[in-house]
């Protein structure tokens, strides 16, 4: 099925460790996005790659980078986890601003 | 910055009934809007996109509709079922981004 995948759908961390979150979409989208969600906060933006070998910062970038591997592939990444990451992560693909489609989402908690 | 508002954060209604979700946004200058649907512990799934050149659509049940001037928008939900039960959020697109509001949590009671 068409859409967006994203890897791993649960993690548990401790403070101070690195994770990658994998994002992967199969419809030829240009953009792509990842949101945090947090209780009372709804989704805010981290980071987004309107088209591939491009990337900026969303509202709220700090503690995280990203990179666009190619089309297909947008990764986030944590350096150094702290409690306050501790949050739903969704990925999101979109053909300029025609209908978003999201992932699973994963499920991270810091120790 | 773009402010994405959705009033009541939660609603609860007999099934059967008709109701309407309202989201509103401070900026007028937006490509589009569009409507999720979430489950709990599930991702977002698109219910329905309005242009800004648009005045609403419809699919199936549900209607939404835009007045980008008012930044206001409505999704109606008509004769309610329990399997309606989930968080409805919005989202405007303006720049090169998405902006979500807080969501409106839905539960039909049977």
Known sequence: NAGVTQTPKFQVLK????MTLQCAQDMNHNSMYWYRQDPGMGL??????????????GEVPNGYNVSRLNK????????SAAPSQTSVYFCAS????????FGAGTRLSVL | ??????????LSVPEGENLVLNCSFTDSAIYNLQWFRQDPGKGLTSLLLIQSSQREQTSGRLNASLDKSSGRSTLYI???????SATYLCAVSAGNQF????????TVIP
Request: aromatic share 8%.
């Open chain 1, 15 to 18: 403070t101070g460790q690195s």
């Open chain 1, 44 to 57: 805010r933006l981290i980071y987004y790659s309107a088209s591939e070998g491009t990337t900026d910062k």
């Open chain 1, 72 to 79: 297909r592939e947008f990764s986030l990444r944590l350096e």
């Open chain 1, 94 to 101: 979109s053909e300029g601003h025609m209908s978003s489609r």
């Open chain 2, 1 to 10: 910055k773009q402010e994405v508002t959705q009033i009541p954060a939660a």
């Open chain 2, 78 to 84: 008509a004769a309610s079922q329990p399997g309606d």
């Open chain 2, 99 to 106: 902006y979500f509001g807080t969501g409106t949590s839905l």
